[in-house]
DNA sequence: ATAAAGTAGTTTATTTTATAAACCTAATTA
DNA sequence: TAATTAGGTTTATAAAATAAACTACTTTAT
């Protein structure tokens, strides 16, 4: 391939938004998130478990006074994945 | 939202990477496309389909002596477009 | 001449993904 | 106490990507 492969994982609008997001607040919740990028909850809610699932974010749910609260924290795997989408993708935009 | 939609019809990688070698080369033939993509002929087939029925390339089938030639050309709306797609994606990539 | 293999694709079927709609549990407000 | 809001999750549907199978013809070998 002439054109490297693109992580499936992050070539998704909602999932890149969210990593781009984190990356640069470190930490965030589930609301503060939906609000960003302009997502469902249900949306958000099954890509955030795909990004967790393939290591690329720390997921963390407790209860915060009486209410649930979920916040989102990059991991390093998830930081070096990012970084290595951007290096494919510009291959892509800059001919 | 915080961050900007992209083009769906961009957003895929088959059809990005299209796009993308023939905004360079300012025409390709079907045979050439599908080598440098490393895109199987029935993918690209459609994928082909989809951007020339989105008016971003013009797409012209022919005959070469005895054989079908199927060459591909970037529109101006092709082109408008991708350029777009690029300062969009750009927000994502930079925090 | 004819069978086998190659070229240039298209069509159909399957899998994966994205998204929305419905649902759940608990807390707050009227 | 009944409705509304908050913070999600689960399930169902629609859209996309992809592979596999197929078509139609040409070239090569026998």
Do not use: W
Not at 17 to 43: C, P, R
Not at 83 to 88: G, H, N, R, T, W
Request: charged fraction near 20%.
């Amino acid at each position: 391939m002439a054109f490297k492969a693109l992580d499936p994982l992050l070539h998704s609008q909602l999932r890149l938004a969210v990593m781009s997001l984190l990356i640069s607040v470190e930490s965030a919740d589930f609301v503060y998130i939906k609000e960003q990028t302009g997502a469902t909850a249900g949306n958000l809610s099954v890509q955030l478990d795909k990004l967790s699932t393939a290591g690329y974010i720390d997921v963390n749910k407790h209860f915060e006074g009486k209410k649930p609260k979920t916040t989102c924290k990059v991991t390093q795997a998830g930081l070096d994945a990012f970084e290595s989408y951007v290096k494919s993708i510009q291959q892509y935009l800059k001919p």
